[in-house]
């Protein structure tokens, strides 16, 4: 690890103070930036996107992704996280904290509103940042790659239904253009792109060329969205910091749960890592799309996945680092539970 990835830490705290600083003191060319998008999609973000994650698609083979099904105790674990328990989990963190702990230091006419926008925050797994996230634990490419595009296809059916349950409606508007177009930026198009690479380069020495490329366009990207956002976090700092609890909780509970129930089930720890991450984090672009359409872009809703995209960034690279630092304690109980059946089939 180089010296500027041992201080990653120090230089996110650094842009997001640099980004809110800068919103609030230039408002109007993030307000230009912020208006550069197509189906609720920017394109700047989409583009440091890109510079993050085709290093990791490097890596993909699609001659070995026959082989993802020997990790299909990982993908279930993912499926079972993504589907089942987080929309589930955050409605009921979503009623605990904002509609009665919080409650009196919340605008009351606002309370339903904030809830529905943590639900569709949590109704839609990450589609693109998870790249990032698993090459930060030296994922399982395959796997990574594998899952999200599952995950997709899942969501295309399951997203209106989970969302329109856990709120009480009976019609959800899903923006479908915002859906189609991140799939095709996000997994289509980088594919490619980092296919035609493989053939035309060497893809390992590119791709080590490119790794502090990527973290570059990551600490750029916590710059733009914390710029975004600079004036409504220095507006409303209280109600900003109360909405982020029952999503920090709602992120560690998540990844920690599939981060045991992998290792239980004996997992390999490069496929545990990306499940994990998968499972915590937000398609926040989907997400904040489906609230401004469903409630308005002044509405609590608006402002519950705004937050999500916020603390998106720095929540999870506190994952990685735990999903990092716990490896060997990981892998002890990995070869318990392999010496395990191994005198179980004796």
Known sequence: MSS????LTIWVFLCIVVGVALGHVLPSVFQAIGAAEVAKVNL????????????????????????VGRHWRGIGVTLFINWAVKPFSM????????????????????????IAGLIIL?????TAMVFVWSNLTKGEPHFTLSQVALNDTIMVVAFAPIVGLLLGLSAITVPWDTLILSV?????????????????????????????????????????????????????PAVIALLAVPILIQVYF???????????????????GPSA???????FELAVAAAISLFGFNSGAAVATVVG?????????SVVWIVNRSKGWYERGGAVQTSATTIKRV
């Open 91 to 114: 409605a009921l963190l979503g009623w605990l904290f904002v509609g009665y702990l919080f409650r009196p230091y919340l605008p009351a006419d606002q309370i339903d509103s904030y």
């Open 254 to 272: 998540n990844s920690g749960l599939a981060y045991l129930l992998n290792r239980m089930s004996g997992e390999e720890h490069c496929v545990a």
């Open 277 to 283: 991450l998968i499972g915590a984090s937000n398609f």
């Open 184 to 236: 095709l930026l996000y997994i289509v198009l980088p594919v490619i792109v980092a296919q035609i690479l493989r053939r035309l380069t060497d893809a390992d020495r590119l791709g080590a060329k490119l790794q502090p490329v990527s973290l570059l366009a990551l600490l750029a990207t916590l710059v733009l969205l914390f710029g975004f956002q600079g004036e409504q976090i220095i507006a409303q």
């Open 309 to 317: 995209v916020l603390i998106e960034v720095p929540v999870m690279l």
């Open 4 to 7: 500027f990835e041992r201080y």
């Open 122 to 126: 949590a109704a839609a797994p990450c």
């Open 44 to 67: 700047p973000v989409a583009v440091l996107i890109w510079l993050m994650i085709i290093p990791m698609l490097l890596k993909v083979d699609f001659a070995s992704l026959s082989q």
